[in-house]
């Protein structure tokens, strides 16, 4: 017996049970459940709310929202309220629901399922390989990006955001395209630096397409960015700046954001959280990224890389800004795709599938973490210890404190 010979029995194993017409599906489901035990939802903080004896912010607000969006009141009660008055996604949903909140999280829960299906059909739609899309599946799925639909239960509406995006990837009509766009930008401004990475999509899938003998030069560049549909990001961007600028001119002349300015790398309890905020972001998918960006310049497509490069030092530029680094990182798993793109059309399917086997290893074993501002460092807790934590305020033990965050 050796590692090798368990590496390949786990692959024959795995090709066993991806067999049948709905092995999408299977595989969806199986890597929700994986990830839903690693990183359980605290659903005692929503039970909390719902029974009074805490209070999340976000929910309370988008309330005050949905009754008015364009004079909400109480903005100066706690920070955060300022960042969400443009964000009119959710509180248009509370509106529809009746503010039901257990409702917008089943929604949210769907959607999250959905953004896992997506993800694993448009990275089969390249690959054409199921052990390479398990993988990839598998990863994404244990991610933060992956986990917005489940463990977001505090009214942040990432998992909505990133659901729409996720179709802007998967398909090019030009109506459910800019719709998808402009409803993500609704749910939160993040979506306005993710379109790009959609937009980068887009122009890899063209630009990998082309005949590799055509020497690599900014026309064969431009081509594929005039065949892709970033007219319609660019058509996206300013419509919805339009109406923003507008609705501040005209409803909120004096509003500013006062958590805006210093980069967190110039404040010591920002920059604490830093590095591991932009590890647990992408975690293994770092490795993929990575070798993307060492391919295209070894393959000599140097303009696709500079694209690349360029895009990942706005993302990392922009959200330095921001206290929850990890949550705008996420946004960009667009980033994902495209490389993966890469190393299928550059590299042997062998080596395809030993990449993405460690990619999902650290992505799956890798504790679920997120820096909540500054550096508080939180831990999404597997089911195991959810139910260990339960058992502990029934039984009064006292072991954990405030288990439940109940007081």
Known sequence: MSLSTLYHAFFLWLDRRLDGPNWLW??????VAVSVFLAFPA??????????????????FIEIQAQDLLHPTKLDYYIRRENMIFRWFLPALSWLTGHNIVLI????????????YLSASLYFSFSKDKIQTALFTLAIANLLV???????VIGYGDGFACFFLMVCLVTRQPVLFSLSLLLSFLVDERSLMAAGFVCLWWIAKEYMAQDDTKRDGIGKFFRATLKSPAWLVVVCWAVYLAGRTYVRLR???????SSMGTPVLFADAHRFGLGSSLWTAFE??????GAAFL???????????????IGMLVLITSVVFVHDIDRAMSYAFPIFFISGL?????????????????????CVIHPLLYTMGYDKIIWVEPFPMRIAMLVDRLMGWGYFDDPLHLE
């Not at 299977?26 to 890597?31: E, G, M, R, Y």
């Not at 005692?44 to 999340?56: K, P, Q, V």
Request: hydrophobic residues 55%; proline residues 2%.
């Open 342 to 362: 890469i190393l299928v059309k550059t590299v042997p399917i062998s080596e395809q599938r030993l990449l993405l086997f460690f990619v999902a290893l650290i």
């Open 105 to 116: 999280i089943i929604i949210q829960a769907v959607l999250g399922i959905g953004f896992i």
């Open 43 to 60: 659903y005692s903080l929503l039970y909390g709310h719902l029974n009074d004896t805490l209070t999340i912010d976000a929910w309370d």
């Open 284 to 289: 293994g998918m770092w490795i993929l990224i």
């Open 26 to 31: 299977k595989l969806t489901l199986a890597s």
């Open 251 to 257: 409803y909120f002349p004096d509003h500013t954001y």
């Open 146 to 152: 992956g986990s917005f639909g489940f463990v977001d």
């Open 295 to 309: 391919l295209l310049w070894y393959c000599g497509r140097r303009f696709l890389l500079l694209a690349l490069i």
